[in-house]
């Protein structure tokens, strides 16, 4: 099993930023990804970035040059800078474990950025 816990968020004005972590905990492998989501209220989760073995860095198109996801075996961290209002949400850490095909979730840290 897997457990996440996320840490970090907070409140930060237009043009701010911020970091957050994840801490892994359980049977983790470097080779399977880790990554970011976020879901804003009413709506649906979706994806930020992931860090795959190798260095293998995925962003999502709203977030390229402003956010840096880097990762050690069992820590997963997002630099967040030049924040805009639409980045907020809660977000959340995510481990894809591509043995069993599983999702794993922590419980969200909530970033709000203030216009």
């Known amino acids: 099993q897997v457990h996440l816990v996320e840490s970090g968020g907070g409140l930060v004005p237009a043009g701010g930023s911020l970091r957050l972590s994840c801490e892994a905990s359980g049977s983790i492998l470097s080779i399977n990804p880790m990554g970011w989501y976020r879901q804003a209220p009413g709506q649906q989760r979706e994806f930020v970035a992931r860090?795959?073995?190798?260095?293998g860095l995925i962003y999502t198109d709203s977030v390229k040059g402003r956010f840096t996801i880097s990762r050690t075996k069992n820590t997963v961290s997002l630099e967040m800078v030049k924040m805009k209002p639409e980045d907020t949400a809660k977000y959340y850490c995510n481990y894809h474990d591509y043995y069993s095909e599983s999702d794993y979730w922590g419980q969200g840290t909530q970033v709000t950025v203030s216009s």
């Open positions: 860090i795959t073995a190798g260095d």
